[in-house]
């Protein structure tokens, strides 16, 4: 869920379809916990 008080700039993000992370371009906006910083953090929190 969104939260716009809370704003980041994300640089990957978890695509449920593949069960896999991500890298796009850099995005800054509300966090939303399908987004990370970086792929790492991505494979860390999503990938088994």
Same mark, same amino acid.
């Given at each position: 869920? *969104? /939260?716009? +008080?809370?704003?980041? $700039? !994300?640089?990957?993000?978890?695509? *449920? /379809?593949? +069960?896999?992370?991500? $890298? !796009?371009?850099?995005?800054?906006? *509300? ?6 910083? !970086? ?10």
């Amino acid at each position: 869920m *969104p /939260d716009p +008080g809370h704003t980041v $700039t !994300t640089k990957a993000r978890y695509n *449920p /379809d593949t +069960g896999k992370c991500e $890298t !796009t371009s850099s995005v800054t906006g *509300p966090h939303d916990c399908q987004r990370f910083e !970086t792929k790492a953090d991505c494979r860390r929190d999503c990938e088994q």
